[in-house]
């Protein structure tokens, strides 16, 4: 695992953008975090990969800036990898099973913003 995941944040911030395929209810969901010494990373869900965390320059348009996100003391990108479900999908080779296991990009968000807060 990369050393960019281990290293701590010092913000995020909540995202969305309209879903490119799919039922459009909900739109897609994303968390995107500052981590210390390298720069800004999306955190997201995805039927094909699960979990993972991209640098936002890898990012097509048109994301919305949500909301601002408290983070507490030695938050990780390893963690929120953990927390959303995603980081133990890899070995599933349905993509469809994979993105539930992550518990979709919605549910994925939530459970980063909550770990994000809490202490």
Known sequence: MTSYNYAKFTEATIYKRSKKSG???VGH??????????????????SK?????????NLHPPWT???RNPVGKD???????????????????SELVRYI?????????????????ST
């Not at 990969?49 to 320059?57: D, E, K, Q, R």
């Open 49 to 57: 990969s699960g979990a993972l965390a991209i640098p936002v320059n």
């Open 29 to 46: 969901w994303d968390v995107i975090v500052n981590v210390e010494g390298y720069g800004n990373y999306l955190i997201h869900n995805t």
């Open 101 to 117: 296991m992550g518990q979709t990009c919605v549910r994925t968000m939530v459970a980063i913003a909550e770990y994000l807060i």
């Open 65 to 67: 800036s949500v909301r």
């Open 75 to 93: 938050k990780t990108i390893r963690d929120c990898l953990f927390v959303s479900g995603g980081a133990h999908t890899n070995y599933v080779s």
């Open 23 to 25: 039922p459009h209810l």
